[in-house]
């Protein structure tokens, strides 16, 4: 089968990680590389052997290109993946898909009109954690699930912030904690537990010089009925573990730090537990991640934004659709923005 041919908007920190994951792919071909700043494009171009522009559209016009992936600020998202697949390209969006809602609209509006395909990093759902709860929660494994928590007590100094004019701001970055850095665990957790119905929260800036929120709480309902939390951070030195809990009444799981962490199922014991509960084995994360069913020893290798690469690529060649195509993008961001508006103005927010 013949490589698709890609190229990359945005060569800042994560573009080069595109680079790596494509080149480590035997179906992938990095052609091109686009960023305002030319150091930046030459620099990833000459470490790859491709070719380097300033200007996106530029790089459209002049290359064939199957696929490009969009490693810019994430206000710019919108205008970039339109105007990729307004040239005939499909197109990858790095997280988040975008920081407001009509621009979401307009992205899904221009894949209907071209019929081009839109993945959106979320490369944790490609984590074998993630993947086996998510298949046991399918599997109503977990019962009915009551409550589910996302818990993200990061660091980032106010050089990070510094480091570029975008960050933390509402313009471009869209939101602090939530929108840059938790957006990966709540994108897991709505995953794992339905869709969000209605959020109470606080959000604060009580570390870092930036617009921005540092802190968050959130109180959630999911459309199930179950209830849910997310507290994040990105003041709480030096960084502790991302924790996703997801609690039902026959299982429960807990991912830390992208690994297993606890799983202990109902169906796996041989007597029920007594009136008081079982108690938190320290056996059963690692009795667990040996029964594990979802591993793949070759697809661990490869890092987790070259599975994702690989899974749009699969749904290019299949015409099919990438496990987080533009509608699973959308979900996130919309909690989040809810949240934002909770914060706001002290009131619940449902949403539609
Ligand atoms: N999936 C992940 O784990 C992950 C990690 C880091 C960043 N990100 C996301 O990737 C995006 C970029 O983040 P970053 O940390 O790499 O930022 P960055 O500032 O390091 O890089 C962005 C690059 O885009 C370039 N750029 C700006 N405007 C442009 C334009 N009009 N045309 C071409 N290039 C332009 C900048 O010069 C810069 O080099 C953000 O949306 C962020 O949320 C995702």
């Known amino acids: 089968m013949e490589k698709l041919r890609f190229g990359i908007v945005g060569c800042g920190v994560i573009g080069p990680t595109h680079a790596e994951a494509l080149q480590s792919l035997p179906q992938a071909e990095l052609v091109a590389v686009a960023d305002v700043i030319p150091e930046k494009a030459q620099k990833l171009a000459d470490k790859f052997h491709a070719t380097a522009y ?31 697949m307004r040239s005939g390209r499909h197109v990858i969006i790095e997280k988040p898909m975008e920081i407001r809602k009509d621009r979401i609209e307009e992205i899904l509006q221009v894949q209907r009109e071209t019929g081009k395909k839109v993945a959106v990093i979320s490369q944790h759902r490609f984590d074998e954690a993630s993947q086996q709860v998510h298949q046991l929660i399918q599997e109503q494994a977990l019962g009915r699930m009551v409550l589910g928590n996302a818990a993200i007590p ?3 100094s106010q050089k990070y912030y510094d480091s ?36 109470r929260a606080y959000t ?11 802190v968050a709480v959130a109180v959630l309902r ?23 809990e997801v609690f039902g009444d026959k299982g429960s799981a807990i991912i830390e730090d992208d690994r297993l962490g606890y799983l202990h199922l109902a169906s796996q014991d041989s007597e029920e537990v007594g009136p008081y509960g079982g108690g938190r084995k320290k056996s059963d994360a690692a009795a667990a991640a040996a029964k594990s069913t979802a591993s793949d020893p070759a697809a661990l290798q490869a890092s987790t934004h070259a599975q994702q690469i690989a899974d749009m690529i699969r749904a290019i060649q299949e015409d099919g659709t990438p496990l987080v195509d533009g509608h699973s993008g959308r979900h996130p961001v919309e909690i ?3 949240i934002y508006e909770a914060a706001s103005t002290g009131k619940e927010v449902t949403l539609s």
């Open 222 to 244: 999911f459309e199930s009925g179950a209830l849910g939390t997310i507290s994040a951070t990105t003041g709480a030195y030096p960084g502790a573990t991302t924790r996703i």
């Open 154 to 156: 990061w660091w980032r």
């Open 164 to 199: 570029g004019a975008w960050r933390g701001t509402w313009a471009l970055d869209g939101g602090g904690i939530l929108m840059n850095q938790s957006i990966h665990s709540i994108d897991i957790l709505q995953w794992l537990m339905g869709r969000v119905k209605t959020i």
């Open 336 to 338: 989040i923005l809810g």
């Open 54 to 84: 300033t200007d996106l559209q530029e790089m459209l016009d002049r290359e064939q290109l199957d696929v490009v992936d969009v490693c810019t600020p994430s206000g710019m998202h919108g205008e970039h993946a339109c105007q990729i």
């Open 204 to 214: 604060d800036t009580l570390v870092h010089k930036m617009e921005t929120e540092d």
